[in-house]
């Protein structure tokens, strides 16, 4: 039995945190379990509502492995009210979820070809349950390759993993910071610089990209030098999502409802409105 | 076609580039390794040779006295090493340590300066390819200094 099928979206659900490991010193990974059943099945790129009762509800990327339904892990950044009372809450504790909802990183449309996923500081969140599903189907696909720009080597979040997988899953991971300290020996500089380097194959490449919003233009530019077509170019846009479900329209973008349009959305479908100035 | 300008032509900075020129800068090129750990330029020494990055990783570094080195960039294959022999006083600002085992091709800047003083259809063509290179680092560097993954004020 599903912990939310037949319930109403807009009803949050009790989970019950069962492990909050903290990641770096303001971000936490949340394992949350609801208090009967098993989780709703959720695809990679989409979202919960999480709600920390009394103080407010946020969208949070669901960022754990699709195919576990024990439980959602969600990693939470602590930034303002509500993110950091959900940040702060220890094992044990009672946190209303809504979900999943949202627009799924398109995989199949990569399948036979090169996949390339991109993450820039918490971004690398929404692209970890997608990292999870392309390993089980490791052989549809050609090459993967994961680039992760962070700011400082202590931020790298889900670090074992990425050593795991590098070694382990035959996906290409590199990772590079932004600044430097003297025990880092890996790269240094921003994530778009990695692409001219990797010798893509850019007709027959997909891109998924999902960081800050500046991180993702310059690295859809980078993408577009090396012949990554928009049409295979998918980025994850956040936006301040409230009802989930497309009818409160505090998330519009352009013609667009992020919560039910995207998250996840097509390069050239929205190229136009990330160069707007206001919206 | 000789062996070293076959390779320069293959490298991104000089892709599709006339084979007359092309010939020109093979005349001042050779190939070159470092050890890794090892120190390939310091910085205030005579910048008299750059390099096109075919295998390896270098870092970019700033020394501070008392401090360890402040490393601001890395550099992989198909990378430009070097841009302070384009212009006086030609000497370097940072130090160049390779990181891994390296293979590049050294050009000797005296002998390509002199040929772009005495061609300036080289000295064009050059000067458009090295500038493409160095405006797209300073690109990537302006996005380094935005500290995008912080917490930014809205």
């Given at each position: 039995?599903?912990?939310?099928?037949?319930?109403?979206?807009?009803?949050?659900?009790?989970?019950?945190?069962?492990?909050?490991?903290?990641?770096?010193?303001?971000?936490?990974?949340?394992?949350?379990?609801?208090?009967?059943?098993?989780?709703?099945?959720?695809?990679?790129?989409?979202?919960?509502?999480?709600?920390?009762?009394?103080?407010?509800?946020?969208?949070?990327?669901?960022?754990?492995?699709?195919?576990?339904?024990?439980?959602?892990?969600?990693?939470?950044?602590?930034?303002?009210?509500?993110?950091?009372?959900?940040?702060?809450?220890?094992?044990?504790?009672?946190?209303?979820?809504?979900?999943?909802?949202?627009?799924?990183?398109?995989?199949?449309?990569?399948?036979?070809?090169?996949?390339?996923?991109?993450?820039?500081?918490?971004?690398?969140?929404?692209?970890?349950?997608?990292?999870?599903?392309?390993?089980?189907?490791?052989?549809?696909?050609?090459?993967?390759?994961?680039?992760?720009?962070?700011?400082?080597?202590?931020?790298?979040?889900?670090?074992?993993?990425?050593?795991?997988?590098?070694?382990?899953?035959?996906?290409?991971?590199?990772?590079?910071?932004?600044?430097?300290?003297?025990?880092?020996?890996?790269?240094?500089?921003?994530?778009?610089?990695?692409?001219?380097?990797?010798?893509?194959?850019?007709?027959?490449?997909?891109?998924?990209?999902?960081?800050?919003?500046?991180?993702?233009?310059?690295?859809?530019?980078?993408?577009?030098?090396?012949?990554?077509?928009?049409?295979?170019?998918?980025?994850?846009?956040?936006?301040?999502?409230?009802?989930?479900?497309?009818?409160?329209?505090?998330?519009?973008?352009?013609?667009?409802?992020?919560?039910?349009?995207?998250?996840?959305?097509?390069?050239?479908?929205?190229?136009?409105?990330?160069?707007?100035?206001?919206? | 076609?000789?062996?070293?300008?076959?390779?320069?032509?293959?490298?991104?900075?000089?892709?599709?580039?006339?084979?007359?020129?092309?010939?020109?800068?093979?005349?001042?090129?050779?190939?070159?390794?470092f050890r890794s750990g090892e120190e390939i330029f310091r910085?205030?020494?005579?910048?008299?040779?750059?390099?096109?990055?075919?295998?390896?990783r270098v870092a970019l570094e700033?020394i501070?006295?008392?401090?360890?080195p402040?490393r601001?960039?890395t550099l992989?294959?198909?990378?430009?090493l070097?841009?302070?022999?384009?212009?006086?006083?030609?000497?370097?600002?940072f130090d160049a340590r390779a990181l891994e085992?390296i293979?590049?091709?050294?050009?000797?800047?005296?002998?390509?300066?002199?040929?772009?003083?005495?061609?300036?259809?080289?000295?064009?063509?050059?000067?458009?390819?090295?500038?493409?290179?160095?405006?797209?680092?300073?690109?990537?560097?302006?996005?380094?200094?935005?500290?995008?993954?912080?917490?930014?004020?809205?």
């Amino acid at each position: 039995m599903s912990a939310a099928v037949g319930s109403d979206p807009l009803v949050p659900q009790p989970y019950r945190v069962t492990r909050a490991l903290r990641e770096t010193a303001d971000t936490v990974t949340l394992d949350l379990e609801p208090h009967r059943g098993e989780v709703p099945q959720f695809a990679p790129g989409q979202f919960n509502m999480l709600y920390a009762f009394g103080v407010g509800e946020i969208a949070i990327s669901l960022s754990g492995d699709p195919a576990d339904r024990k439980r959602f892990i969600h990693t939470v950044r602590a930034v303002g009210a509500v993110s950091s009372a959900i940040a702060a809450m220890p094992a044990g504790s009672t946190v209303g979820l809504r979900g999943p909802f949202g627009v799924a990183w398109p995989l199949a449309v990569a399948e036979g070809a090169d996949v390339l996923l991109i993450a820039g500081g918490l971004g690398l969140a929404p692209l970890r349950p997608a990292i999870h599903q392309l390993i089980v189907q490791r052989e549809r696909f050609r090459r993967i390759i994961v680039l992760v720009g962070m700011r400082r080597p202590e931020e790298i979040l889900y670090r074992t993993q990425l050593e795991q997988w590098r070694e382990q899953a035959g996906i290409e991971i590199e990772v590079t910071v932004d600044r430097s300290d003297p025990a880092w020996r890996g790269h240094v500089g921003v994530v778009p610089s990695l692409i001219p380097g990797l010798g893509l194959d850019g007709a027959a490449t997909s891109a998924l990209i999902c960081g800050p919003e500046i991180m993702m233009r310059f690295t859809a530019n980078a993408l577009r030098e090396c012949g990554v077509a928009v049409e295979r170019t998918y980025v994850s846009m956040e936006r301040s999502m409230k009802c989930a479900v497309g009818s409160c329209g505090h998330c519009q973008f352009g013609p667009y409802f992020v919560c039910k349009d995207g998250p996840v959305m097509r390069l050239d479908r929205i190229a136009r409105l990330l160069a707007l100035r206001e919206i | 076609m000789e062996g070293i300008e076959r390779i320069l032509l293959e490298q991104p900075l000089f892709r599709g580039l006339e084979a007359r020129i092309g010939a020109l800068i093979a005349g001042c090129a050779r190939n070159v390794r470092f050890r890794s750990g090892e120190e390939i330029f310091r910085e205030a020494d005579p910048a008299d040779e750059f390099y096109l990055l075919r295998q390896g990783r270098v870092a970019l570094e700033i020394i501070e006295a008392g401090r360890a080195p402040a490393r601001f960039s890395t550099l992989g294959p198909g990378a430009i090493l070097g841009a302070s022999w384009l212009v006086p006083p030609y000497r370097w600002t940072f130090d160049a340590r390779a990181l891994e085992p390296i293979r590049a091709i050294g050009i000797d800047a005296r002998c390509l300066r002199a040929k772009c003083e005495a061609d300036h259809d080289l000295g064009y063509e050059l000067l458009k390819r090295v500038a493409a290179a160095l405006i797209q680092r300073l690109h990537a560097t302006r996005l380094q200094m935005l500290d995008v993954y912080g917490n930014r004020p809205a």
